[in-house]
């Protein structure tokens, strides 16, 4: 009964080893490029693990991705087939995610980045904005992330549209769905928000195609995953005054390169990755709650499909 753990730093998969072991007494917990005996590997619990990592454990009963997408899983070509893809999500990554997209909405709305540049040069212009009433802002994906954001974006009192895949019916929001409803969707959306997984059908989903059905001069938050955006069609839009201003927390390379263009242009504010990023003693009680349940009952409520990619 091994649980063999992958993240990208060593120092991470040591604290998570440990806050395992502390939860789960009963079970043997490794770095999985540590594993003594594979075929004692019924768990693997990994972020963004190396291609091939997982094809000596041929027990595995589940993998557990840390986190809400299970795109970096799935990256692994040679990711042993047909085992179930367990999500780690709950209301700590919600409640991240929720303060992110706000306090990007609401800085876009309020044109923060002209008033702190105005700072600078010491120069008091009154940028007056409409109300939030009349700014109309669009949500990407319905899911966990998508919907607690939309919620809250139509509480604070954006006109708020969102889309996803199936039909939805959420308070406050007027809900689009499948690509017949993008159009509409997208129709006089001043500040677009994408909290979509990454898949086949969303890649690429942040073009020139959809800046142009947007309001001129709009914004974009990417806090999904940085193959949603086309980058030099982002650049060409800024540029155009298409799109206003952008703020991205996920990037195709990460860490974003210090050659990319994004680093310096004045309309985007770069994030690393921290919109809601789950924490070693907060996710580890999610794991070891979902590895129980999963153990008596075969299934938990956060199973991934990896047909259809999250
Ligand atoms: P989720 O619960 O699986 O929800 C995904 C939503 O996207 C669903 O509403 C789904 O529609 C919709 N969707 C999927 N494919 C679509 C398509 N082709 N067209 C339209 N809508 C589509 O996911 P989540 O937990 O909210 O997380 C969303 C993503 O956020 C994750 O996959 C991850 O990439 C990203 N994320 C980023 C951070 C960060 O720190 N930056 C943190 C956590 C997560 P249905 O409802 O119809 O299925
Ligand atoms: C973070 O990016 C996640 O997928 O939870």
Redesign the pocket.
Known sequence: MTIAVSLPAEDKTEWWCQMLRDLMPDWKIEPLDKVEDPDAVTYTVVWRPATGAMTPFSNLKAIVSL???I?HVLADKQLPQDVPIIRT?GTD?TQR?KEYVALHVLRHHREMPAIEANQGRKLWEQIIVPPATQRRVGVM??????SAAAELLSQIGFPVVG????P?ELQGVQCY?GPDGFKSFLEGTEILVC?????D??RGILNADTFNQLKRGGSIIN???GPHMVDSDLIEALNSGQIGAATL??FHVEPLPDTHPFWSNPKITVTP?????IDAPTGSKIVAKNIRIFEETGTVPDLADAKRG?
């Open positions: 986190g809400a997408g795109d999500v990554l995610m994906g319905l899911g966990n992330l998508g889309w996803s895949r199936s939805k769905s909290l979509l997984p990454l898949t059908s969303t806090a999904a995953r927390d996920v990755h921290i919109a809601s990023m999250y």
